[in-house]
């Protein structure tokens, strides 16, 4: 569903109920008659405010995309020296999200059209954990500026990291072939999600409720790769050579080799289709 029709669709909700309110009152006589006579005069001005609110926000939009320029800022996420495992939580919203593996000092790269509010960024060290938090506050009627809203995470590829995700709206470009995550933990409502894994996977467990309608999962050949769909209702498209569907309806790979590791997923939610692909070619 699209975020204008999705909008569209609360505000007559909250109408509604504040309708049914207003009579449920005027009815059992809580309201006196005069209040009453005056808000049926005045109706009309709340579609005249909707209608202004709905027109500017695409006014707004328009100017935007044809006259501003992008936005770029870069955060430095440092990393002690003394860090042995990374945990990264990341909320993210309305916008393209890409996480991959960079050479030096970790960094986020958001790039936005218009005003923005600066990311969240909370970071702790406790022994040899290293606990990264990224959040954007958002409104709660998506701002004319998240037509292009993009970020860029850029983790170590010398440390183990656990991964968890929670996106709303947002495409997800989530390449770890040269990330070496051992725990993927991914909450989707909408939006296309790719996820590619590589030989750095030792032994990855990853959860993904998603309600996405393209969730496409590419895994190297080598390893041993276990898919457990919740959903008995969502379609799968899978290479049938590299895959063989159990009794229970998980798959399993046919042509694993025991030393190149293994991924279990285990894929929920209201998930339409599903694309696990297969890369000979892919290494980390």
């Known amino acids: 569903m699209q975020r204008l029709t999705r909008r569209i669709?609360?505000?007559?909700?909250?109408?509604?109920?504040?309708?049914?309110?207003?009579?449920?009152?005027?009815?059992?006589?809580?309201?006196p008659g005069?209040?009453?006579?005056?808000?049926?005069?005045?109706?009309?001005?709340?579609?005249?405010?909707?209608?202004?609110?709905?027109?500017?926000?695409?006014i707004a939009k328009r100017r935007l995309t044809r006259s501003s320029v992008p936005v770029v800022r870069r955060h430095?996420?440092?990393?002690?020296?003394?860090?042995r495992e990374v945990s990264c939580h990341i909320q993210f919203s309305y916008g393209r999200l890409m996480i991959d593996a960079v050479d030096g000092t970790p960094y986020l790269l958001c790039e936005h059209v218009g005003p923005a509010p600066e990311p969240l960024?909370?970071?702790?060290?406790r022994g040899g954990l290293a606990s990264l938090s990224l959040s954007l506050q958002q409104p709660f009627f998506p701002a004319a500026f998240q037509l292009s809203n993009t970020w860029h995470l850029g983790?170590?590829?010398?440390?183990?990291?656990?991964?968890?995700?929670?996106?709303?709206?947002?495409?997800?470009?989530?390449?770890?072939?040269?990330?070496?995550?051992?725990?993927?933990d991914l909450r989707a409502d909408s939006g296309a999600q790719e996820i590619r894994l590589g030989?750095?996977?030792?032994?990855?467990?990853?959860?993904?409720?998603?309600?996405?309608?393209?969730?496409?999962?590419?895994?190297?050949?080598?390893?041993?790769?276990?898919?457990?769909?919740?959903?008995p209702f969502c379609r799968i498209d899978f290479p049938q050579g590299d895959f063989e569907r159990r009794s229970d309806g998980s798959l399993v790979s046919s042509r694993a080799?025991?030393?190149?590791?293994?991924?279990?997923l285990t894929l929920d939610g209201a998930l339409?289709?599903?694309?696990?692909?297969?890369?000979?070619n892919l290494d980390g």
């Open 121 to 125: 960024i909370e970071q702790s060290t």
């Open 199 to 231: 030989s750095r996977q030792r032994h990855l467990a990853a959860r993904i409720p998603s309600s996405s309608s393209d969730l496409v999962i590419v895994v190297p050949a080598a390893a041993r790769v276990e898919a457990t769909l919740l959903n």
């Open 76 to 83: 430095e996420l440092p990393v002690g020296p003394e860090t």
């Open 9 to 31: 669709l609360l505000l007559v909700s909250l109408a509604s109920v504040v309708l049914g309110l207003f009579l449920l009152g005027a009815n059992l006589g809580f309201i």
């Open 257 to 264: 080799d025991p030393d190149s590791g293994r991924i279990e």
């Open 272 to 280: 339409r289709s599903i694309v696990l692909d297969v890369d000979d």
């Open 34 to 58: 005069t209040v009453t006579a005056l808000a049926v005069d005045l109706w009309p001005l709340v579609l005249v405010a909707g209608g202004g609110i709905l027109l500017a926000d695409s």
């Open 155 to 184: 983790l170590p590829p010398a440390l183990p990291i656990a991964l968890d995700l929670h996106l709303h709206e947002a495409v997800l470009q989530l390449d770890l072939r040269g990330l070496p995550v051992d725990r993927l």
